[in-house]
């Protein structure tokens, strides 16, 4: 014995129905008519394009009522989509009444109904475009366009059921017509097809590509301490370091110091995954992300580039993008001169001090100590135009040709400045 289980239905809850058939919407007071898709195509063939006609003027009707636009004049584009059906009556009475039809006979009619056709594209583009006016006002994505309605007006008044699917989505209907998507998506391949081409012509035209793109990685060997800290967190681990230790001496007393000096900083790029974390974990930005991207070797070895590739891809690096339109600039904190360590040296009453160890010569002005990076210095011009000019004839890039040249002028004036200070 079969029992039916029935849930409880909640008072007050409206029950599940299926989409209401094309019917009458009211909005504002004013009532609209959400008509089947199909149905008006249907209906436009049959009776030979009258139905079409009728269903215009109410479109533009209802675009006057919605948008509360007295411009709107469906009479007058009534008027002009009727002009459309010229085009093809002189063409369908030579077809008829000519007693030998002929290539030259069908385009001399057909250029004879051609200019009619002008009025009526303009009427058809101007719903499309009130259309999606209306599809914003409520809400809506505006998706209609009168250009796809006025390349489908040729395909058997296909621009009627595109245009009533649009409106259907005003009044709370989302079911388009059978394949409208498709259609939709072909117009906007021939769209696409009849524009001109915008191909850029690698490798003879080079791509203008944004600041942060991400090409390769490339090294400003001046700001590397050999923390180690790339090679650490690199997952892939192809970043080989090698470095020794010099020691300075001090140029005023103390203790000597020691530094760590680069020797070899490469990266095999055959197994780097591009994944930046080096980029972001070193302390004093010596690596940087650079647009470079024409690197392609014929061997896999060749992929293992050295500090000195790095350097040079270092040149074209792009600068940083300017801050957005109203943003604040970041100010950094002052920074807080901390008080001298003064230890005071404790001795015995019976102990003499010992006697003083003889004062350093005291360091010449303007000459950096041991160890430290000299000042600031601008760069030697002679320099610059000599070395840009020597690198420019071997071919090289400018961006990069510039990046030599430069640091062989600051090179030049921190040897003059050393020379002078001595």
């Known amino acids: 014995m079969a029992v039916e289980t029935r849930m409880p239905q909640e008072e007050g809850v409206e029950p599940f129905r299926p989409a209401t058939p094309p019917g009458r919407v009211s909005v504002d007071g004013q009532d609209y008519r959400r008509r089947s898709p199909m149905a008006v195509w249907l209906l436009s063939l049959f009776t030979l394009g009258i139905y079409a006609m009728v269903w215009h003027y109410k479109a533009n009707d209802e675009a006057r009522r919605y948008l509360r636009d007295p411009q709107i004049l469906p009479g007058l584009s009534l008027i002009a989509f009727a002009l ?22 069908v385009v001399l009619w057909l250029a004879v109904g051609l200019p009619f056709a002008i009025p009526a594209m303009v009427s058809v583009y101007r719903t499309g475009e009130r259309i999606a006016r209306m599809q914003e006002k409520a809400g809506r994505e505006p998706t209609s366009s009168g250009i796809v309605g006025v390349l489908a007006l040729p395909a058997l008044l296909a621009t009627v059921p595109y245009y009533q699917a649009e409106l259907n989505q005003i009044w709370g209907r989302t079911a388009l017509l059978p394949g409208i998507g498709l259609a939709k998506g072909l117009l906007v391949t021939l769209k696409h097809l009849l524009s001109r081409s915008i191909t850029q012509q690698y490798p003879h035209e080079k791509p203008d590509l944004p600041p942060r793109t991400r090409g390769v990685i490339s090294l400003k060997a001046e700001n590397c301490t050999v923390c180690w800290k790339c090679s650490r967190e690199c997952p892939d681990w192809c970043i080989y370091i090698e470095s020794h230790k010099e020691t300075h001496e001090p140029a005023s007393g103390g203790r000597a110091r020691s530094s760590k000096v680069l020797d070899r900083f490469a990266i095999d790029y055959a197994l780097c995954m591009y994944c930046g974390i080096c980029v972001e974990v070193c302390p004093f930005d010596a690596l940087f992300w650079s647009p470079e991207f024409e690197y392609a070797t014929y061997g896999i070895t060749e992929l293992t580039h050295e500090k000195e590739k790095l350097d040079e891809w270092n040149y074209t690096v792009l600068p940083p993008p300017e801050l957005e339109e109203g943003a604040e600039p970041v100010e950094e904190a002052p920074v807080e001169p901390s008080a001298p360590v003064v230890q005071a040296a404790v001795q015995a009453p019976s102990e003499e001090a010992p006697p003083a160890a003889p004062a350093p010569a005291q360091q010449a002005v303007g000459t950096p100590a041991a160890g430290e990076r000299p000042a600031h210095v601008e760069p030697d011009q002679a320099t610059y135009d000599r070395v840009l000019q020597e690198e420019l004839d071997k071919g090289t890039s400018r961006r990069v040709a510039e990046g030599r040249a430069k640091a062989a002028a600051v090179r030049a004036a921190r040897a003059t400045a050393e020379e002078g200070g001595s």
């Open 84 to 105: 459309n059906g010229a085009v093809v009556t002189p063409l369908v009475l030579y077809l008829f009444l000519a007693d030998r039809i002929t290539f030259l006979g």
